[in-house]
């Protein structure tokens, strides 16, 4: 389990849902957009970056990359090896999200397997290989929803939001994948806020190349941008996972629905009996009541809803969370 960590200050908690919202923003207008100097701005984020306290990083969308497969699992474990289960999954590389749930027995993650092999290969070889799962469930995500890929915690306001979000070029028709551009995902991965310079070495190009290209990337959703934080540290202390059943008709509005909600971390349509997974974090246990009461209440086309807590976030965006290992 994490260590308990302290909440950071007002300036720094604007700062981090900052660069939750907007992972490459610029120092000046992040400073521009919370009416402080760029050079506060520089002088709170640098040392939250530096002692990992916030991580950029990026994420593939499968739909670009068709030999992925986007795979939830809800494992029940025996209690007394679910951290090691959960810190194996972890250091999976093709591991995304890995979190505890409920009462201590089940674990969520989510992979992104690469093909059909590695598939069979975790469900049929190694999850019954090993003597402390129980049982599991498995989960395709069809389509995740990206309205709430600039999430804030509820920090922010929607015109700071708007000041955040980049400038990007009107996306062209859809083309192939550039030679280069597997060399900028991979550092992207690494640092999401590498320099052009960076980027352009990895990738053995100019800088202004790479800027053209990640702009291009981000701009067709090819990947998402990303910085993680330990929620908590910005006096979020609740987190669950909705697993929502909708009527097939109204999943498409249901999810682009919850994904602009201000509580909701993440939204993907998904197979099995309930069709639509969220992720919720919230300031306490009350802000998550009159959030299922009367955001999930007033939605016409849910027909069940089961609120999963979560325990402890082991691994958020393909990052192990420090001291949860």
Partial sequence: ???ASHSLSETDRRIAAAMLASPRASWRTVGRVLGISERTVVRRAAPLF??????????????????LIPLTLRIRCRPNQISAIAATLARRPDTIWVDILGGGDEICTIL??????????????????TPAVQSWTSHILLRVFPAAFDWSGGLLTEAELAGLRPELPAPAARSAL???????????????????????????????TARRRLEALVG??????????????????????LWITVAPGGLEETGRQLSRHPQVRFASATTGSANLLVA??????NALYHFLNDTIGALPHVTTLEVTPILSGVKRTGLVRPGSL
């Fill in 280 to 285: 919720v974090a919230a300031a306490d246990l």
């Fill in 220 to 241: 067709d959703q090819v990947i998402r941008l990303a910085t993680e934080v330990d929620l908590a540290r910005l006096g979020i202390r609740t987190e669950a996972l």
């Fill in 178 to 208: 550039q030679p280069i551009d597997q060399a900028l995902i991979a550092t992207l991965v690494e640092d999401g806020r590498a320099s052009y310079t960076d980027l352009a070495r990895r990738a053995d190009t100019t800088a202004l």
């Fill in 112 to 129: 992104f397997l690469d093909g059909p092999d590695a598939r069979n290969s975790l469900l049929l070889r190694d999850l019954p290989a």
């Fill in 50 to 67: 530096h002692d990992k306290t916030l991580r950029a990083t990026a994420v593939r969308n499968p739909v670009w990359f068709p030999d």
């Fill in 1 to 3: 389990m994490a260590k």
